[in-house]
């Protein structure tokens, strides 16, 4: 028995010159009834979601650093308040306490910086799914500046994604591709 698969089309990319079209088009694409799941912008420059209309993207690299800031709190206080005891002889220096305040506040600052730093870092490293080794949608002219939408939607036939994104001022409109980069 023969199984027929249907090929899945890869979806629409749209290039467009400047910002503000761009952000027209999201919200035009939005009312013909594509979802922000089925949008993806590339871009060559940082650009919020404030900027294009789009819902803000949730990350877990600030409880991530927060985690490490906790875990670098603690091998400061660790060092600070339960190594010293470990010496058979405990080393006193002339009246000063076992636990200096001056040196330990340094001890605390920069371990709990370290532990945030280092967690922030693969954190977002992690988070960037960093190294990539899947086919990536690569738009060439997003070098130059330039803004491009890949639509990749089922529910909206593409004949109508396509030509909504030509009369809303789209430079070029061709198949997405997924190249291995």
């Known amino acids: 028995m023969a199984e027929s698969k249907s090929k899945k089309s890869p979806g629409v990319l749209a290039v467009f010159g400047d910002l503000e079209p761009t952000a027209d088009a999201i919200e035009q694409l939005r009312k013909l009834g594509v979802s922000d799941d089925c949008m993806n912008i590339v871009s060559g420059v940082p650009v919020t979601e404030a900027m294009l209309g789009r819902p803000k993207q949730?990350?877990?690299?600030?409880?991530?650093a927060m985690g490490g800031a906790i875990l670098g709190f603690s091998a400061a206080a660790f060092l600070a308040f339960i190594a010293p005891y470990w010496y058979p002889y405990p080393i006193?220096?002339?009246?000063?306490?076992?636990?200096?305040w001056p040196p330990t506040f340094v001890l605390f600052f920069e371990l709990t910086m370290l532990g945030m730093l280092l967690?922030?870092?693969?954190?977002?490293?992690l988070d960037s799914f960093f190294p990539?080794?899947?086919?990536?949608q690569y738009?060439?002219?997003v070098s130059?500046?330039?803004?491009?939408?890949?639509?990749?939607?089922d529910h909206v036939p593409e004949?109508?994604?396509k030509d909504l994104l030509k009369k809303l001022g789209a430079?070029?409109?061709?198949?997405?591709?997924?190249?291995?980069?």
């Not at 967690?119 to 490293?125: K, N």
């Not at 990539?132 to 990536?136: Q, V």
């Not at 430079?171 to 980069?181: C, D, V």
């Open 119 to 125: 967690s922030t870092f693969l954190a977002v490293f």
């Open 58 to 64: 949730w990350s877990n690299v600030p409880r991530v």
């Open 92 to 100: 006193q220096v002339s009246t000063q306490a076992y636990v200096p």
């Open 139 to 141: 738009v060439p002219e």
């Open 132 to 136: 990539n080794y899947r086919p990536m």
């Open 171 to 181: 430079e070029s409109i061709k198949p997405a591709e997924a190249k291995q980069l």
């Open 159 to 161: 004949s109508k994604v």
């Open 144 to 153: 130059d500046g330039k803004y491009a939408i890949i639509v990749d939607c």
